[in-house]
């Protein structure tokens, strides 16, 4: 997946915004008022361009363009012609190719994947509990994140190789936690590769594609030359302003490389909507298609969570399947609702101030929804008061995460912190403001002042009775997993603030004192003081870097640091051997103390994030 998705984390995702139309009011011809919400979207986020399909009744009742295709050549989004990269939304079609291969007996959801592995890619027997089908399917397989934002080498050339070289570790027995894999979902991939002998795109080609008649959709590292003038280009704020930008060439498939219109992303829909046929072509058994649309796990029975592959959603008292894509400066949504059959594809080319794209898209969907599934009338909201509050007090961090890797030390920049206030719990989530929580039932929460909103949060506890994990609806993609004191925010911020202080400090005395004892010291503390700075650079707000290679910050980060511990104990021996020397003031016990302290702490924190060399 491209590494817009870790920005993550798909935090617009969590908590959709209404827009601003009356819920319910379909005095408005739909194509107005598709064109009113999505043209003040792009206006107001400069997205520039998107692309719009409704399904309504098993029916395609509206596709829409909108805005650029291409700022650069002025390009305008034709609704039936324009191809956009869909990023994630493209797994949909790895997993209809996974259950057309179980229902015709070439694969089975819950035997091990090592089955159809060459011995080169054969997952390690970390538990034992092997990987199955069903485990990729939701994203359960167990596996840490492999790096995104700091990869460690360019890109591999193949999925074989990519499979091989990039393989997360097993962190945790399969089936019990959700954690957001891109490598899951390339192993399915190749699964499908090996179990029919042709090339993943060649096979959804002939087996589904054309079946449906979808002659403007491929997965390609790049964009054949038949195509280029018709695909929209992805396209970053610079200066304020959408920047058209060329196509990232992309190896596995499954992670975004995937290129459609609507009207053919229409006839896959339309395929699920209808029991896996359209217009008397079959790709999927009515049987099969239920089983695929049936929930197969979740963190919480009250929570929403997986399909066979699909993602669930509840809104309005409804619910929905579909999938998020993320990736290239593309945001995209697809949602169904198979039992009305409805549903909704929207992508932007762009992701717009403060990744507003991730906001547009639920919004647009609650828009919709509001109009042909209006919520339920609200209730008076609840005063009940939480059940012993100090029990969730604390700080819940993703297990979409990477692990043993310099990635590692971004998780206290994406964890939820729950405090008590005033018998209630205040839950802050990254990027929104705090909200206030009330108990429904034993560990399940829901919106203080909002009770009918379909957010909830809810709670895990182990056999002692002590609070584990945090769950969000609508998020099955992860679980939170509840952080020691020393891997919290506050902690890192307190120890960049502390070390910053008192490295300045020594820097200064230096500056002011120029004595041999002192010297040593200030300038271990500016040395210290580069590498804290790197430090800050690297975990500031996550933005992706640009290229395929380990960024230079992090080299550059990291050789420094190893550089500063091996000069550290000389440092010290030279200004204590001199401080004793001269008698040692006071003024130097406490900034040798202060500084040998300062350094300590530092090494041991990026001795603990991987920050020191290695993986």
């Known amino acids: 997946m491209g590494l817009t998705v870790l920005v993550l984390v798909l935090l617009g995702a969590a908590t959709p915004v209404r827009a601003q139309t009356l819920p319910g009011d ?49 390009l305008p989004v034709d609704a039936e012609r324009t191809l956009f990269r869909v ?33 080169g890619l054969q997952l390690p027997r970390t538990f034992p509990e092997p990987v199955t089908l069903r485990h990729l399917m939701a994203h359960t397989g167990g596996f840490a994140v492999p790096e995104r934002l700091w990869p460690a080498g ?18 945790r027995p399969p089936g019990e936690l959700s954690a957001y894999s891109d490598y899951g979902a390339a192993l399915a991939e190749h699964i499908v590769e090996r179990v029919t002998g042709q090339p993943f795109e060649d096979h959804l080609r002939e087996e589904i594609w054309e079946p449906l008649g979808m002659r403007r959709t491929l997965f390609r590292r790049s964009v054949p030359p038949e195509f280029v003038a018709d695909t929209a280009l992805g396209h970053p704020l610079e200066q304020g302003r959408p920047r058209a930008q060329p196509l990232e060439r992309v ?69 929905l399947l579909g999938h998020t894509g993320d990736a290239y400066q593309f945001t995209s949504l697809l949602v169904l609702m198979p039992e009305h059959g409805w ?10 101030e403060r990744n507003a794209a991730q906001r547009a898209r639920m919004e647009l969907l609650r828009a919709l929804l509001d109009r042909d599934f209006p919520a339920p009338p609200p209730r008076a909201p609840t005063k009940r008061l939480v059940t012993r509050p100090e029990r969730f007090t604390g700080t819940y961090q993703t297990t979409w995460r990477s692990s043993g890797t310099a990635e590692a030390s971004l998780a206290w920049r994406q964890e939820i912190r729950v405090r008590e206030e005033e018998g209630t719990l205040r839950v802050h989530q990254p990027g929104m403001t705090a909200r206030r929580w009330v108990e429904k039932e034993p560990l399940l929460f829901q919106p203080a002042e909002t009770p009918d909103a379909p957010d909830r949060v809810a709670f895990r506890e182990d056999a002692q009775g002590h609070i584990t994990h945090l769950f969000l609806e609508n998020r099955p993609l992860e679980a939170y997993e509840r952080a020691p004191w020393y ?50 650079l690297l975990v500031r707000p996550l933005v992706p870097f640009d290229g395929d290679d380990t960024p230079w910050l992090l080299g550059a980060t990291r050789t420094s640091a190893l550089l500063g511990v091996g000069l550290t104990p000389g440092a010290l021996f030279w200004s204590a051997r001199t401080g004793r020397r001269g ?13 040998a302290l300062a350094s300590a702490l530092l090494t041991l924190w990026l001795h603990h994030w991987h920050l020191l060399g290695g993986g």
Not at 155 to 171: F, G
Request: hydrophobic share 45%.
């Open 251 to 319: 190896v596995v498939a499954s992670s975004g490389s995937m290129l459609t219109t609507a009207p053919d992303l229409a006839r896959f829909m339309l395929a699920h909507l209808h029991g896996g046929a359209v217009d008397g072509h079959r790709i999927l058994g009515e049987e099969t298609v239920r089983r695929m649309h049936q929930q197969h796990f979740t963190h919480d029975a009250r929570l929403s969570g997986w399909a066979h592959g699909f993602m669930e959603f509840h809104l309005n008292g409804r619910r």
């Open 583 to 595: 008698g040692g003031s006071w003024t130097w016990r406490l900034l040798f103390s202060g500084v």
């Open 487 to 536: 891997d919290t925010a506050p902690v890192a911020l307190g120890l960049f603030a502390g070390c910053g202080a008192l490295f300045a400090l020594a820097v200064g005395m230096g500056l002011l004192l120029r004595t041999g004892a002192v010297a040593p010291l200030a300038a271990l503390s500016l040395w210290n003081l580069l590498v804290l700075t790197g430090v800050v």
């Open 87 to 119: 990023a994630s939304v493209g797994k949909l079609f790895v997993w209809t190719a996974v259950m057309r291969l179980v229902e015709r007996g070439q694969l089975e959801l819950d035997t091990d994947v090592n089955t159809w592995l060459e011995e």
């Open 26 to 74: 379909s005095a408005e011809p739909l194509d107005a008022f598709v064109r009113r919400v999505v043209t003040r979207q792009l206006a107001d986020h400069r997205i520039p361009g998107a692309t719009v399909l409704v399904v309504r009744d098993g029916r395609v009742v509206l596709t829409q363009g909108h805005g650029e295709a291409d700022t650069g050549r002025g």
């Open 154 to 171: 360019p890109t591999p050339d193949a999925l074989v190789d990519y499979l091989q070289e990039r393989r997360p570790p097993r962190v």
């Open 343 to 352: 549903g909704l594809f929207v992508s932007y080319n762009g992701l717009g």
